[in-house]
């Protein structure tokens, strides 16, 4: 079992939609976690950091879920520039290091 | 601050040869770090460091040296490249936030080897 899975997606979804992604992950004591946006042949970029208590940044809600061992984002209102691949990237405890999930695509259409 | 960059963009290499991807960041970032991206697997980790003259494996490290000589610099090395390590590759770092607890991890630019 990978230590991080995605959805694999890919969603395709008409602008103004609402879309959700989930990530599960196997350790149990992981302390940090995000969600990354990469865009067509670039580097990942952190779209946001999630809190135990969930936090908004606009559009976009993340959620995490400790019990059952998941993350979540949630896009309202999609927009054609959202069009990209949502990476959840966890910091597994007790390693210095950080796993990433193989990412879910999503393409907003107009 | 021109963040993280990487040399050079794009390699071909023939089976066999060596060479040096060069990583450097001016955020004063502790960790750095390796990875590459193959299609449907993800970002792997390679190798990483936490900080000047400390480094470790991650979860691919075999056919890659690094060294951490300097707070900025964080160069992977291919011993004897092969085909199996065409990829993008890309370097990152972030801060420690304590413990083991990091912080937003900042990305180069990504460099596109292939090995023929």
């Known amino acids: 079992r990978k230590e991080v899975e995605q959805d694999p997606g890919p969603f395709n979804v008409p602008e103004g939609a609402t879309v959700a992604f989930n990530c599960t992950y196997s350790n149990s004591a992981s302390q940090s976690f995000f969600w990354y946006r990469q865009d067509c042949r670039k580097e990942p970029k952190l779209l946001m950091s999630v809190y135990s208590s969930g936090n908004e940044d606009g559009r976009f809600t993340a959620q995490l879920n400790r019990a059952s061992q998941y993350i979540s984002l949630l896009i309202r209102d999609s927009k054609l520039s959202d069009s990209a691949t949502y990476l959840c990237?966890?910091?597994?405890?007790?390693?210095?290091?950080?796993?990433f999930g193989a990412g879910t695509r999503l393409t907003v259409k107009p | 601050n021109a963040g993280v960059t990487q040399t050079p963009k794009f390699q071909v290499l023939k089976t066999g040869q060596s060479m040096t991807l060069q990583c450097a960041q001016d955020?004063?970032?502790?960790?750095m770090s390796w990875y590459r991206q193959d299609p449907g697997m993800g970002l792997r980790l390679i190798h990483y460091s936490v900080g000047a003259g400390i480094t470790d494996q991650g979860e691919v490290p075999n056919g890659y040296n690094v060294s951490r000589s300097t707070t900025e610099d964080f160069p992977l090395r291919l011993l004897s490249a092969a085909p199996s390590q065409t990829s993008v590759y890309f370097c990152a770092s972030s801060n420690h936030l304590g413990g083991q607890v990091y912080n937003e991890q900042f990305f180069g630019p990504g460099t596109r080897l292939t090995v023929l």
């Open positions: 955020m004063n970032h502790e960790y």
């Open positions: 990237v966890v910091n597994p405890f007790l390693t210095n290091d950080m796993r």
